[in-house]
């Protein structure tokens, strides 16, 4: 048995087999036995067929992003095969279903398991689980377990997993045990729902948009265990419009959406800052322009997203880079809309929304709203004029006053103004809330930092490419930077964290680099940039594989 | 700068230090007058009470009645109203809107505010014209309008809002005249007390650029009790009376169309008191 | 009599009296004669009362922005009177409806004259303008003729101009002859749609929003004349769908609105980008966010301009400083949209859309519409990947072939694609158009100089604070920058078109100085900012105060 | 890169190098399949014909036929192919919509196309889910429906977009059922014909999210050819026989209403040969 302390596997075959559970099922598995694990998921924009794959990777030690070469493929159909079989490790092995493919590997008769057993052909992937759990040396009380707490009809699924483990030959690989405590494990998307929850969330407006459908989808399931309101409406303009209402009446809304439904939100984001409204807009990333490649993912968003909306105004955009960052920064930045009365922004994408992480997460450490309450003394102004530009807030529904928000350039009551000194007074009002913002956000915590701090060569890089990029910096021993806000920018706090590094290499799953741009544009020099834009996300291996051919390092 | 809202506990409660800017003659002034004279008999509870507007003339009505408004943007007074409504349900909410609103940017709220019946009352102050925007035509201005954006006449036939609300699945609908202030009164109380969405459709001329007082003088006719306010087809069919064009034999106004049915709010059942601890859902759901 | 070669006029009355026609009459009157002028209008978001006003300065010299301070006050009612007199210069005069308001000064009953006229109340303005051009020792004979030719009723209005002629005291101005010939003179929207029209525009379809909104009016009234279909939708999302599918009919194609409506618009700008679809957008910002200040001038949409749209792709971005600018740029925005097959963009503002320019313009210089055509050889691939990044462009309707438009990535037929690398390819080749594009657009006419040019000071700003600063530039012999292009950003000619300046002043009509921001991202320092964000243009005067104060000069 | 569309002069002229992903037994099929055939008949002027789609399932039609198409973006297939033909009226149009496209994001376009009389055939692949999404309820999804973003069942009732049609001046309103293809074949073919805005409801099985074959292919009958298509008020109440819900008595297909009136791009009228001239425009009217 070749003994594994870590170990990857890749599940391949067509939308409809259900590939993306058995990864998570595995993912648990695993997870409970104190793994780390991480989960890709490859799928193309279909329902049923075309060719879909999902790489779990574990490890005893935390990982956050997937190698493309593997220890197993487990492929349900002969296309797995063709395109799989040349990623394995050279002791890799490939494990298959001996009903629908002839090659050399391990084949599993998993249709005919199933149909011996009458039961459905998407238990085929339990059968897929038992066959690998057994070839890892799993003790069966492991799978048992999984497979009664997460599955329905759960005696005729163990009677597969059964057949299919008595079909499957002896383990290849041994897992080592780790000792460790479990941690949850979680899709980015899961971690943004919680994280805002945790925060104080009421209420979550969306209309359906791979890849932030998984946002609605687990907040509908979940409605009423977590105090939720989840609404469906018309179109993404009425979403952001309600959400907009719920805040004006006091309960905090969350809407979310990918650069599609966004631009259609832009002109209520601008509505958000003149009326003050507090707004967090979640944005998961997809290849663009317009339709583009719905089911992958890209980081071509940032400049829209940093600038989305007319006139001036503040907003914040926080960029998390895997589940634990996108669960903090979800509270933090529902957070920051409340106690700034601003649009903010979570900005995600394809490969941070529907990856699964595995982190260790404390709920106890999330913000929780709060915001300059009216101290209901004397008459009500909505846009009071003070020092740090944060008016107090009171709600329609207190008697005695009129809490009237607007759209148009207004007084200090909310009536509309065309004085030229209202304007000034009201614009700069705004835009004073600007030393405070960015005094609240220069902190340590804002910008993630990891891998040799005395290397004079840094990886700098953003979003959901921490996982490849930070690994990568580990591995090859250099400094690893990667700031959480992006606005706003945290000039000196980056330069300082850059200090004595002669080399900085960026890294961006994109085409013409933006938060490059961004850096240079603040001073910051340059020496290389890896940009990625096939759809595909960094992956460790593929990452190396680039900065060796890329970089003279 | 200096304190302009009254609060509303001081004499001429209602007023805003706003300087009305509507045109001499403009139907919006009896709009306003309806409602205030609503407003005014309900004085303990305007704390509770929301106005929503969009952009347009009649949008400004907001800014002249000292209660709680959201002066939203163009084509959006529903979203936000619903919004506001689902998030705190105990609150009463009027929205005004332009046919300009209503019926171009913002239809596609209007048949969904219908369809699923969300507990608002709105009024679309429809002069069958954009009045802010200095004179376009309108989804219900007549075909043939000269205005600026079809200087040669407009080549569109109107389409008739309260057959589209019908056809939406709405409750309430109703049309008023902005010349008729007692019977727009009467038909804005009735339309709060309705559980769920209750539209009106009030005719208001706009004395700048489509003066049509004296064509809704002479056929404007209130409907009579004998109509049978919860028949579908009664209302469907007297609906159908006038299309909105230049001509016409009477123009009904009243409640048209009344039925009661579960909102959308109650619908959204009240939620059983949450667990709300994200740390035990995630020992009970992540692990 | 003073004899003047300069001179400005205030028109101040209630929306509704007609303040904006008699501006653009006595504008008329005056360029008649030779005279060059510019028109500014002040006017409220109402439809009757309010105080509008409107300065007309007119010049032997060709001017380009008007001073706050004036030779002459025509005040319809009081509160003109309280509003303007003290803007007179110590030899101007203020001019009044005596019936109204009783002052100093010189009062003529216009409201008598109508009524003994039995003339509208409308054509007091008649009468203002007879007054006004008795005042300034006119002949009667000029006054005539315009009304003439400008006004219906002629005579009736003749009859009015007659009888406040007569109670018009005798001349205490005199107006020098110019001797040139006179300029045409538009407002900045007629420029923008004349110039469209001029290089191929067929089709205008918007929908009314303020400062945009001339545009439809203005070529509805003409489209005719000019043979364009104008039309106004149900929205703005409508708008630029229905502009996307003309032109990929082949019917080249433009839309017009100000920021909110640019807002609903920006899902389409992504299709156009992705689809190749020529389009043209003209965006008149005014002041934001949100509603804002809807009648008002303000430079604060330039980075959401930029940035408008997900995913990443080229656009032209050009802005126009006045009438002629607007002409011409709007004529090659629309060329640069149909060459490159990229959307691009007219920045314009109140301030520049709705004032009167008095300008040479030669239609003859304006760009045409050309594309690559497809050669009818072989099949027809409508994303053919080629050196330039230009595919050839078909239109439906053309028998045996296909033209296949979509949103999805694609292949170079136009069918969905999913595969990394068609993704990076096709990403690549439209990206590829970005060599040529800059250098297309590295011009000089793409930078207007002036002022000083051997200064070591420049002012440099962009858009409708052209005619302002300019003047400024001169008065004070500073070197005058002005690019009309911003994206592409054409940053070595700026460099070195400042080389030997040591210190560079920028202007711009906003809080946030997002122009003055980009040149510092491109490594241009700059020393100092003016900005004017209450919702006023800066005037010639007003600025010359402005600098004074903010910067030693 | 392989070339992948034939072009129309081959055998097989209408098919494309694209895989068809649908799921097998989807009603898309059947609807392609219709398509098709009547395609097949008019080889000669495919050149002039367009078809436009939005985003869902239903879009991917226009990859798997080899004509003009523009694959535009969710909800916005009317804007596109309203632009396309006003642009060149010689065109023929054929739009594909889904029900979330045409019925939710794209309402407004779909009433205004009616209301104008856009000469555009428009057929709404109407499976009352979304597919491409993953199986949320939609308009025209039965009350209760549980989808991903209503697990515990839709609140709305949904809303039938005959009648939504009929109310906003269509001259075309029709219903086919994806399981009758020479049925269906004949709806396009009349609808084609038709000058002005044709409307053809689609029922479509999803076969993965809301398979309905079963419910449609008992309750589906033909209208009968004694129905008078001209008579407004004959066909709102047969498009009253099924209001979307999970129970149907019959629903019938076919022809409800189809009359002549003036299209839009008729009224748009010919234009005089213009000055063009921008110089001699300038002399007459900026000196
Ligand atoms: C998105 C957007 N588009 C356009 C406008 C410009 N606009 C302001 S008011 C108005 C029309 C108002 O017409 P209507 O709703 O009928 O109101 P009325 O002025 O007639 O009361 C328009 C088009 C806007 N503010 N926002
Ligand atoms: C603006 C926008 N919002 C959301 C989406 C995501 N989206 C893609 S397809 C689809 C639903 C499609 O449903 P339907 O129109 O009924 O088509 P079907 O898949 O059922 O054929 C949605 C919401 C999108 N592409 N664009
Ligand atoms: S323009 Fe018409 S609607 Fe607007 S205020 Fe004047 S009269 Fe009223
Ligand atoms: S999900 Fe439904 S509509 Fe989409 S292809 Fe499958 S069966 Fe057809
Ligand atoms: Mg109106
Ligand atoms: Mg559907």
Redesign the pocket.
Known sequence: MIKKTEFSILFGGKAGDGIRQLGTLWAKLLSRQGYRVFLYDDYPSLIRGGHNFTIVRASSTPVLAHNEVVDLVAAFNQESIERHAKSLKPDGKLLYDADLAETSGIGVPWSSIVGQAKAGKIMRNTAVLASAAKLLAMDWSHLEHTVRSELPKSEKNLEVARLAWEATPEPVFELAETNQEPWPVMYGNEAIALGAVGAGLKSYIAYPMTPASSILHYLAAYSDDLGITVIHPENEIAAVLMAIGSSYAGIPAMVGTSGGGLALMV?AISLSAQSETPLLLVECQRPGPSTGVPTYTMQGDLNFVLNAGHGEFLRVVLAPGDASEAFHLSGLALYLAWKYQIPSFLLSDKHLSESLFCQSIDPGRLPKIEYKAWDAEGRYKRYMVTEDGVSPLAFPGTAGIAVKATSYEHDEFGITTEEPGMIEAMQAKRLAKRPSLNKELDKPELVTVGGNEDSETALITWGSNKGAVLEAAEELSLRYVQPLCLEPFLESRLKSLLSGVSRVITVECNATAPFTNMLKAHGINIDHTIVRYDGRPFSVDGLLAQLKQEVPL | MKENIKSRHQKHGLETSAVNTWCKGCG?FGILTALKSVLAKREDTLGSLVLVS??????KIVDYVAVNSFYS???RVLPVACGIKTANPRLTIIGH?????????GISHLVFAAKRNNDLVFIV?????????TG?F?PTSPKGFKGRSTPKGSIEEPFNPLRLMLASGATFVARGYAGKHAHLASLIEQAMVHPGFAFIDVL?P?FT?YNTYKFYNEKVVEIRDEHPVDDFDAAWKLAGKWDYGLEADQIPIGIFYRIRKDTYEEELLPKETPSLDVALHLKRHHF
């Open positions: 002109e | 919006n969009g952009i347009g003339c009649h949008a943007i163009h084509g809107a332009g046919d300009g609103d209503a019926y171009g940017e102050h429809n002069n069958r014209v954009y009045g802010l925007t376009q309108t208001q706009c650029f």
